[in-house]
């Protein structure tokens, strides 16, 4: 019988364990202020993960964790921020139902589209390490780990600025920050190793997805494991199936997993569940089915707190709703993802679903509709300087004015197209 399996098993674990040791290592360092972890996607994922049970085996520090796109500069501190106001306010909600008293709001400046990314991220950075305590030993443990990193150039500069130059200053007591580089292409470790800049360390760590899945289908099974534990791992064995196209596996584990779920009064992991297992129909082309997972899921998570699944949830169901040719009820549902990602203080959902009303009006034949709400969401994609979408936009406009006949309008989008930065600048 071969033992290959299980060296794979304990090989993974004895990785995960260097990972986790070399993380809390880190964070427990008093000598380095950066460190920068080469990853792929899939081991970025690992890393978030550890970094999420160092955050609840040690109270007394404050991990930030952002794990957004980075497309530019402009539109990742953006993104970082509206992130972070939305868990200060998961904080604060906290703090009230203890009696304790509310965290004060991120300054003006980090919202400040004419302050330079690097400023608004350094603002945001101070304001969070001025409110964890001064005495004792408590950090700051801030995290900026991209699954995609799309301008490496802008990015590699935001680091860079974060970095001792000078030596250490006074806003980097008790700061510890853990970035991303892509271990596959890497760019910034032959930057930091070119310079021999001080207080930065480098790790790469080698996690390989056939190892990670053979560990989490033996944490899945291992009857020695919590069960909370063995749903975890089955729930990202889901999502691996999902990836890799193996529908059937997925939908079953999705199925045991809301089960389960639903029977622990785990509204918010349910509702995910139920998210997975449309995603699956709606990839094998049942939309109908997969709507109604939508529509259950929306059911189970709409008095929770869980406003990054409402979002995913609506903008799914508007977009198989498009597919089924329901265009009034594909407007509903992406004016749900409108009104969540703004509360929710997340402007690119926000955007994007402000996008697909106006498609959804448009293919009812409202094009008066259509374009209002096309050049409100170009008004806000500026005001964002989310270019991505500010694109598509104005090219819908420039349509629309066209077949309009309405020729000073579809030249000014023209105009305005031709002058856009491309999306790779900062």
């Known amino acids: ?32 202020l950066l460190l920068v972890v ?24 404050l991990f930030l964790l952002f794990a957004h796109d980075a497309q530019n500069a402009a539109q990742y501190v953006t993104a970082l921020v509206a992130n972070l ?19 004060p709001p991120l300054p003006s400046g980090c919202q400040d589209m004419r302050q330079a990314p690097a400023a608004r991220l ?31 150039v802008s990015y590699s500069q935001l680091v860079g600025q974060l970095l001792p130059h000078d030596g250490f200053q006074p806003w980097m007591r008790s700061l510890r920050i853990v970035v991303r580089d892509d271990r596959q292409a890497p760019f910034l470790v032959p930057a930091l190793r070119k310079l021999g800049v001080t207080g930065a360390l480098v790790y790469e760590p080698d996690l390989s997805t056939a190892a990670l899945t053979d560990s989490l289908a033996q944490e899945a099974v291992d009857p020695a494991t919590p069960v909370p534990e063995r749903m975890q791992a089955l729930l990202q064995l889901a999502a691996l199936d999902y990836s890799y196209k193996r529908y059937p596996a997925a939908a079953e584990k999705y199925a045991l997993l809301h089960a389960y779920y ?5 509204k918010e992991l349910q509702a995910l569940c139920l998210q997975g297992a449309g995603d699956v129909l709606r990839a094998v082309g049942k939309f109908e089915q ?32 498009l597919e089924l040719k329901q265009y009034a009820d594909a407007e509903g549902y992406f004016d749900i993802t409108d009104r969540v990602a703004t509360k929710a203080l997340n402007p690119f959902p926000k955007a994007d679903a402000m996008e697909k009303i ?68 900062a």
Request: proline share 3%; hydrophobic share 40%; aromatic share 4%.
């Open 262 to 266: 639903a029977e622990q009064g785990q």
């Open 122 to 152: 350094r603002a945001a950075i101070e304001h969070m390490r001025g409110l964890i305590p001064s005495d004792g030993d408590h950090r700051l443990v801030w995290v900026m780990m991209p699954l995609k990193i799309e301008d490496r």
């Open 38 to 61: 080469g990853s792929t996607e899939g081991e970025a994922a690992w890393v978030l993960k550890t970094l999420q049970g160092l955050d609840q085996e040690t109270p007394s520090d």
């Open 290 to 321: 997969a709507k109604e997972r939508y529509q259950q899921g929306l059911a189970v998570a709409v008095n929770t707190l869980a406003l990054p699944i409402l979002i995913n949830l609506s903008m799914a169901a508007g977009d198989v709703s």
């Open 1 to 32: 019988m071969s033992h290959r399996p299980v060296t794979l098993i304990n090989d993974m674990r004895r990785k995960l364990q260097e990972l986790q040791d070399t993380l809390s290592g880190f964070v427990d360092q008093r000598d380095h």
């Open 85 to 103: 106001e939305a868990q200060l306010e998961g904080v604060n909600l906290a703090r009230q139902e203890k009696g304790e008293e509310r965290w």
């Open 358 to 425: 106006g498609v959804s009006r448009h293919l009812r034949k409202d094009v008066g509709k259509a374009v209002v709400a096309w050049k409100d969401a170009a008004t806000f994609c500026r005001a964002v300087e989310y270019t991505v979408r500010l694109r598509s936009v104005l090219q819908r406009l420039e349509n629309a004015y066209g077949a309009a006949r309405m020729v000073a309008e579809q030249q000014a989008c023209k105009k305005e197209l031709q002058e856009l930065p491309r999306e790779t600048l």
